[in-house]
């Protein structure tokens, strides 16, 4: 009886540490012709320009990293009116992702999009006319002046959520825990 249960626990443990690497699809960054100033501004939901405050990584469940970057927010042209944006790309090296610097000023284009995750977030790609704001004369002359932002936000602890990973180890960590305790008073009696 004893070796079936050591082979029972043995069996989950190993399932478990399974499920936590499974492996996912990854696809590499091929951009098509830039599309122009008008094409890109009729795709995207929204368009300004900001400051970078700040960049994090994140983990999402299925395994790939991505950042996510919050901006102060200068100047609208497309989208809403709050004073800071949380837009999402990926971590570069072959996934799209563009990278973002602290400090930094960006002319960003934004869609939304399920391609960094399960639920739809405002990401932007090197494929996107999204550049450095003083290396976008061209697009700026298009655009206009653009609005001032009007509603004042504070998404500083939005970039903080706990990793999924975290939850997935605690869950599993806490399953096991409560087999092998049934099974030790089971044992036991």
């Known amino acids: 009886m004893r070796k079936i249960i050591n082979l029972v626990l043995l069996y989950c443990l190993v399932l478990s540490i399974m499920t936590i690497f499974i492996p996912s699809t990854v696809y590499g960054c091929s951009c098509a012709q830039p599309q122009t100033v008008e094409a890109e501004l009729n795709r995207s939901e929204a368009v300004f320009a900001g400051r970078v405050l700040e960049v994090k990584e994140q983990r999402n469940l299925n395994g790939s990293m991505t950042k996510a970057a919050l901006f102060e927010v200068s100047h609208i042209w497309k989208g809403g009116s709050e004073s800071q944006i949380i ?5 570069g090296g072959g996934d799209c992702g563009f990278r973002f610097e602290e400090g930094k000023d960006y002319l960003v284009y934004a869609h939304p999009s399920t391609m960094y ?11 996107d006319r999204t550049n450095v704001l003083v290396q976008v004369q061209e697009d700026l002359a298009i655009l206009g002046d653009g609005k001032v932002p009007t509603e004042q936000v504070n998404l500083e602890g939005e970039l903080y959520r706990i990793d999924p990973y975290v939850w997935v180890t605690v869950i599993g960590i806490a399953v096991i825990g409560m ?3 049934f099974v030790w008073r089971k044992v036991r009696r």
Not at 87 to 91: C, E, L, R, V, Y
Not at 117 to 127: N, P, V
């Open 87 to 91: 837009i999402h790309t990926g971590s």
């Open 117 to 127: 995750g399960d639920k739809e977030l405002l990401i932007t790609i090197i494929c």
């Open 179 to 181: 087999m092998i305790f």
